[in-house]
């Protein structure tokens, strides 16, 4: 960014921008800190490993775009399905809604993409370079040998992190066995190497660089939690009352009473914060949640013997109201009880529509080409297209039928066969006799094809019905 200057009468140039220092969060341990490195390896084993993971003889999960096909364990969805993608997002949307109304930026603090490598890449730079204060040091220290190898060694690492994180990004829409070999024999297609190269360095520069800077420009989600919080979110807090007046003293000393508040100025919670802010001065929206300032703050407790949360998950009210405890009425407030129950229906909407889910999809295309045409015995036909897709992995035997016009038959095929996963555009001719046609006269008529899967040893019948029309000309 360009520094903004001013002129002075005096020609002396005043800098309007002041360059933001590097972060260097210290290492923090504790119980937050333990909870947030569980979730680190959760999400992390979920994402790595599921690629991995077969069923049925193919990836467990996969998206096969190409196909136009996506396998879900047992599921498997086409782009019609994409209904079930909505209820995913509306569902994810109403549960960070809860989440944030009852205890504020728990997804950005423990569980979020970018703190989550964040954390990682942290951890990578603490064993190459060490903690705060040396990294510190090492910023300020000339270019050598040393400097060299510990931050290309670092850098290494992250770029390793980095493209392994594209890969297996990439993996969830290529088989990742068969991208594997393609990799170990050179042989990557323009658009997988592309991702790979994108997402990789998307995940470098993210969580080796930017950090903090997504967080708190990047992210929309920074400026509306506002929205969702009121004065009983659980949100991470300093007690002024009992912090105030801070100052530093040393573990020896007593505090004599009445005279100094408990917050010993040793302004660790700013050193261990991943963006940098002082809790004590309020709810910051830069804030993520993360709790590292209520660990070292309850480390700082223990050591000079003083009771611990001083920073601490609190609620507005109560820190207003002198501390008083947090009370179930108070949790399960109108706000919290409308989200949950909204999310317990939508939930329970989406499971349903999974399970009732029909096992074949049929998609009717009408011929353009000839709407209608006459047969030699003067009766009418209609063509029609018919896209019938196998939602299983077994092969199915489908048989049509044509309902909602008295008299209307299938001219030509009336089955198909269908193997595991298949889609197949089948071609269907419906005919009506001239009794028929006059007696329905022209115009457009209403007909259902019905597509009903035939029973066998691994599936019971079932059927679907298909709207369309039938044009009988002037």
């Not at 790595?48 to 136009?68: C, E, I, K, S």
């Not at 392994?164 to 066995?177: D, E, H, K």
């Not at 000393?253 to 917050?263: M, N, Q, W």
């Amino acid at each position: 960014m360009i520094p903004i200057a001013s002129a002075q009468p005096d020609g002396e140039m005043v800098s309007l921008y002041a360059a933001q220092a590097a972060i260097h969060p210290r290492a923090v341990h504790g119980r937050f800190a333990a909870w947030r490195w569980l979730l680190v390896w959760a999400t992390q084993l979920v994402f790595y490993g599921l690629p991995w993971l077969t069923w049925n003889a193919r990836p467990a999960v996969l998206f096969d775009l190409a196909a136009r096909r996506f396998y879900i364990l047992s599921l498997i969805l086409y782009p019609q399905d994409f209904i079930f993608l909505t209820g995913l997002l509306i569902l994810s949307a109403y549960g960070l809604f809860l989440f944030t109304t009852v205890a504020g930026r728990l997804w950005c603090g423990y569980a979020c993409p970018q703190t989550v490598y964040t954390e990682i890449f942290l951890w990578v730079e603490h064993h190459f370079e060490g903690d705060r204060p040396a990294r510190i040091r090492l910023d300020q220290s000339p270019w050598n040998a040393r400097k060299l190898l510990r931050r290309g060694g670092k850098h290494l690492v992250w770029m390793a992190i980095g493209l392994w994180t594209g890969f297996s990004f990439v993996g969830y829409f290529t088989p990742i066995r068969v991208l594997a070999a393609s990799v170990l024999n050179l042989g990557l297609g323009p658009w997988e190497m592309f991702w790979i190269a994108f997402y990789g360095f998307a995940t470098y520069g993210n969580a080796g660089f930017m950090r903090e800077q997504v967080c708190k420009y990047m992210c929309p989600y920074a400026r509306f939690q506002s929205a969702m919080f009121d004065h009983d979110t659980l949100i991470i807090s300093y007690d002024e009352r009992r912090g105030e007046p801070r100052g530093s003293r040393s573990r020896s000393a007593s505090k004599p009473r009445g005279s100094a508040g408990d917050c010993v100025a040793c302004n660790l919670c700013v050193q261990v914060c991943p963006t940098g802010i002082d809790i004590r001065r309020g709810l910051q929206y830069e804030c993520i949640g993360c709790a590292a300032c209520i660990d070292v703050c309850n480390g700082v407790m223990d050591t000079f013997a003083y009771p611990r949360g001083l920073i601490r998950y609190a609620t507005q009210r109560s820190l207003n109201e002198g501390g008083e405890p947090l009370t179930l009425g108070r949790v399960l407030r109108p706000r919290v009880l409308v989200y949950s129950a909204v999310l317990l229906l939508i939930s329970a909407a989406f499971v349903a529509s999974l399970a009732m889910r029909s096992p074949v999809r049929v998609d009717v295309v009408r011929d353009r080409g000839a709407l209608a045409r006459l047969a030699q015995d003067g009766g009418i036909e209609n063509v029609y297209r018919l896209q019938v897709m196998n939602a299983t992995e077994a092969v199915q035997r489908y048989r049509f039928e044509v309902a909602g016009i008295p008299g209307a038959t299938l001219k030509n095929r009336g089955e198909a066969v269908l193997a595991p996963a298949e889609s197949r555009w089948v071609s269907l001719s419906v005919a009506i006799s001239p009794q028929q046609a006059q007696a329905l006269g022209p115009g457009v008529h209403n007909l259902v094809f019905r597509i009903t899967r035939e029973a066998d040893a691994s599936a019971s019948e079932a059927a679907v019905d298909e709207k369309s029309t039938f044009v009988v000309p002037r």
